[in-house]
């Protein structure tokens, strides 16, 4: 079958000014890239595999926990349990919720499953609620490569599901997603994903060829990256693609190193629609709008309508769709494209995608206190 053009898996209107001309091939991105954060995204399809494998060698009971999931964690160790939350959709049969505080919600229980997620295991916030989950009764599992949280949950007898090392925590997003999926499964909060999320893997495979480094230079993710290149870009979700949203925003934080900042329809309609119109008089914002082919058809309508709206106040406006069949496979293609869209705009920018050197700076600090 041969790659669609980049038109057809978006809508876009750009000023022709924010164009580069830096080919994004792997040498181009090696050149930046000190820690290899492309290959970690290109390997996505082996990390979901991998991660199925992983949650099963930890042996985990059926533990039926009738008040629902909570899953505990921080920045990229989080985003996994938002991003499983919107993939079982209407297939949650009890409440999944994602905390990221020192805290959990008022209403956990003895009967509710806190899943602890911290990709280092050392992250003072998911530690507090490792604790606070232990002090209420509520059934535990971690998630993580070692660090505190391993010791804790090791000599408390909580199941491990353990993780490899050597990543930024933020590229171990198929793992977190598939441990917060299974772990749904296993408390009984939705079904059980296992082959949705193999045949998931294949399916990313072929985008990674296609929105790869080796695809032509017209492909979607590099166009995207272009697009958004010298601009501040505003990345907005509905329905299922909300939690994708979050995740360009903090990918293009990290790996870019950029300000972005994302909201939702159909909310945004309600009040950011109006701050657009002095957007140009601010800077050079750009407007991202991840579509899905189930979002609800009125709010499909608007985020039309709302592109065409902001279009004349923005230097350039997108509209991706998720990619699939089931929603796991629509979920990863859109986390895919907005990682890759990442990588490619430090490669533009000329910066180091791995390092984020203000963070561990800020938890130094915090360990001194
Ligand atoms: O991307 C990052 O490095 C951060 O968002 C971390 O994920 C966050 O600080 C939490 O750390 P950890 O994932 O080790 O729990």
Redesign the pocket.
């Known amino acids: 079958m041969s790659t669609p053009p980049a038109a057809q898996d978006m809508q876009a209107t750009a000023d022709a000014s924010t164009t580069d001309a830096t080919a994004l091939t792997r040498e181009a991105i090696a050149r930046v890239d000190s820690s290899g954060q492309l290959d970690d995204v290109l390997a996505l399809p082996d990390h979901l595999r991998d991660a199925l494998w992983r949650v099963e060698s930890a042996i985990m009971q059926d533990w039926d926990t009738s008040a629902g999931l909570v899953v505990a ?5 989080a985003i996994g349990g938002a991003l499983a939350r919107a993939a079982l959709g209407d297939h949650a049969s009890r409440p999944i919720f994602v905390t990221r505080a020192y805290g959990l919600p008022p209403w956990t229980t003895p009967d509710t499953m806190v899943l602890c ?7 003072e916030e ?1 530690l507090a609620c490792y604790e606070s989950a232990g002090a209420l009764g509520a059934r535990r599992t971690v998630v993580t490569t070692g660090g505190r949280l391993a010791e804790m949950a090791r000599a408390d007898g909580v199941p491990v599901i353990p993780l490899p090392g050597g990543f ?3 590229a171990a997003v198929a793992y977190m997603t598939v441990a917060a999926l299974e772990v749904a499964a296993l408390c009984g909060a939705g079904p059980r994903l296992t082959s949705e999320i193999d045949v998931a893997a294949s399916h990313t495979e072929q985008l990674v060829a296609e929105w790869g480094p080796d695809a032509p230079e017209d492909s979607l993710a590099k166009t995207l990256a272009r697009g958004l290149h010298g601009t501040i870009p505003v990345v907005a979700g509905a329905g299922l693609t909300v939690p994708i949203a979050y995740r360009w925003k ?1 990918q293009i934080n ?1 790996n870019a190193k950029l300000p972005c900042f994302m909201h939702e329809l159909p909310e945004l309609d309600h009040n950011e629609l109006v701050g657009w119109e002095g957007a140009p008089t601010v800077g050079r914002f750009s407007a991202v709008f991840l579509d899905d082919s189930d979002i609800h058809p009125r709010v499909k309508e608007r985020m039309e309508l709302t592109e065409r709206l902001i279009a004349p106040h923005a230097a350039a406006t997108f509209r991706p769709q998720t990619r699939g069949q089931t929603t796991i496979e629509r979920v990863i293609s859109l986390v895919l494209l907005g990682d890759l869209v990442s990588i490619y705009l430090a490669a533009l920018r000329g910066v180091d995608p791995g390092p ?1 050197r203000v ?1 561990d700076e800020l ?1 130094a600090a915090l360990a001194q206190g």
């Open positions: 964690g921080m920045g990229g160790s997620a911290s990709y280092s295991g050392d992250t998911t930024q925590p933020r903090t990290e984020v963070i938890k």
